[in-house]
């Protein structure tokens, strides 16, 4: 099945800049729903960024104009451009990819990643 692999995170000071990266192994011709979430410490999950399987893609109220989301669907990437960084985007950022039906895609399920650490400091 899928496997779902984050990085990109590291530490940046507010006003900084980070790219993320979403590698998904497999089915490279199969349409996907791809979506950023990030989880600070003991805090819910929550939805940053994502593309839907018709390529439309939305964002989160505290993220918008400061990040942007893009795929690149003949690799199996999905990116997350984050500029403007403020300290209350320091949390775990996870991937997470749901695939269309179709003979070229594999079992409908959510596929999560491990996460990528992204710290910011005032």
């Known amino acids: 099945q899928v496997q779902v692999v984050e990085s990109g995170g590291g530490s940046v000071q507010a006003g900084g800049s980070l790219r993320l990266s979403c590698a998904a192994s497999?089915?490279?011709?199969?349409?996907?729903?791809k979506k950023w979430y990030r989880q600070a410490p003991g805090k819910e999950r929550e939805f940053v960024a994502g593309?839907?399987?018709?390529?439309?893609?939305r964002y989160a109220d505290s993220v918008k104009g400061r990040f942007t989301v893009s795929r690149d669907n003949d690799k199996n990437m999905l990116y997350l451009q984050m500029n403007n960084l403020k300290s209350e985007d320091t949390a775990m950022y996870y991937c997470?990819?749901?695939?269309?039906?179709?003979?070229?895609?594999?079992?409908?399920?959510?596929?999560w990643g491990k996460g990528t650490l992204v710290t910011i400091s005032s």
């Open positions: 997470k990819v749901r695939p269309n039906s179709g003979l070229r895609c594999p079992f409908i399920q959510d596929y």
């Open positions: 497999g089915y490279p011709s199969c349409k996907y729903d």
């Open positions: 593309i839907d399987y018709d390529g439309s893609s």
